[in-house]
């Protein structure tokens, strides 16, 4: 395995910095990412749903590419909710209906989304494309999730595979955990959101009082003001969620998908609380899933925390269920699926 450094821009920038539109930044990146297709001379290229200028080089160079979704597919049907909304699949005509009458906005969105990638696609010399969510391959799409998290489309994608989670992490020795034998609950944060550690204080808070015993991390952020840490928890800079997680009877997170998961797959349920992004999806289907307890960020606090926790604790169904995935994990290993389907698409374009 070789490693090429990936073309960096500024999109968010720091005081300071000039920022670039998304795709300004894409069409830059797209040249610098042709040098390595041309380098490597690969058969396939594997990129990210978010890498738009590792397709769009593969795409210049003759080179077919597959996307990776490490989470649930973002495509929807017209009676969905908005991908990333945290709203769940209706389960009523009348549901359906009212989320269809959405349809019309969310399509003007999307619309306006492969407008500013086809001019991304103009200006590195590639024709403009006619479907919706252009930046996933309509050959291979890698989506890394369980297939418990997706919705039943009424027209099956044939390009899509659902491989099942993806996943890797750090290096990192065991952290002791409080001594006892109540139940562990394990608090995992985001590692990009909540900088005022919110959730990590509600739910040290919530639990403080309660016959449980709480491992939680800082994520190696260190807090601007002290944060309390009642007799029944302990705070560490780090820990490894593979060594933790199988002995947590619960994981408190905000619902990124590779903590919600290596939980499942420990097979440990999960109390999501989302921030952003793909969060709010993620609780979503969790709780559709029967996994896990969904908490909106409105009640985030001491007590919604403590009721979350105690229900995903003391209802049987969360935990069976958390073992289910988690043995459909052991026998469906999601790299060898995913490395057989890479092959695949390899192979016929050879």
């Given amino acids: 395995m070789e490693f090429s450094p990936a073309p960096e821009y500024t999109v968010f920038p720091r005081p300071g910095e000039t920022a670039l539109a998304p795709y300004q930044a894409a069409v830059r990146a797209t040249d610098q990412a042709r040098s390595v297709v041309r380098e490597l001379q690969p058969h396939v290229v594997v990129a990210d749903i978010l890498t ?10 003759g080179v077919p590419w597959a996307t990776l979704v490490p989470h649930p597919l973002p495509t929807r049907e017209p009676h969905w909710p908005p991908f990333a909304t945290g709203a769940r699949i209706p389960r009523s005509p009348i549901g359906r209906a009212l989320w269809r009458g959405f349809d019309p906005l969310v399509r003007h969105g999307e619309r306006q989304g492969r407008d500013e990638l086809n001019g991304a696609r103009t200006r590195v010399g590639l ?14 799409a890698l989506v890394a999730t369980f297939p418990q998290f997706e919705y039943e489309r009424e027209e099956p994608n044939d390009w899509m595979e659902v491989t099942g989670p993806l996943l890797w992490e750090p290096p990192y020795e065991g952290s002791e955990a409080p001594p006892g034998d109540d139940p562990l609950v394990l608090v995992a944060p985001s590692t990009s959101q909540d900088p005022d550690h919110t959730l990590l204080r509600a739910t040290l808070g919530g639990l403080a009082d309660e016959p449980v015993r709480v491992l939680a991390t800082t994520n190696r952020r260190t807090p601007e003001e002290r944060i309390p840490v009642p007799p029944n928890a302990r705070l560490v800079d780090w820990f490894s969620h593979s060594r933790e997680m199988p002995g947590a009877a619960a994981v408190v997170c905000h619902g990124g998908h590779g903590t919600v998961a290596r939980a499942l797959v420990s097979g440990a349920p999960v109390v999501a609380c989302p921030a952003a992004g793909d969060m709010a999806e993620n609780a979503a289907r969790l709780a559709w899933a029967g996994a896990g307890v969904a908490l909106p960020r409105r009640l985030v606090g001491a007590r919604g925390v403590r009721v979350a926790v105690r229900k995903a604790i003391g209802d049987p169904t969360y935990s069976a269920r958390a073992g289910e995935l988690s043995r459909w994990m052991a026998a469906n290993p999601p790299g060898e699926r995913a490395a057989e389907l890479v092959e695949r698409l390899a192979l016929a374009a050879a």
Wanted: charged share 25%.
């Fill in 52 to 61: 738009v200028a590792a397709t769009l080089a593969a795409e210049v160079e």
């Fill in 127 to 140: 024709p403009p494309i006619e479907e919706l969510h252009g930046g996933i391959s309509r050959r291979l």
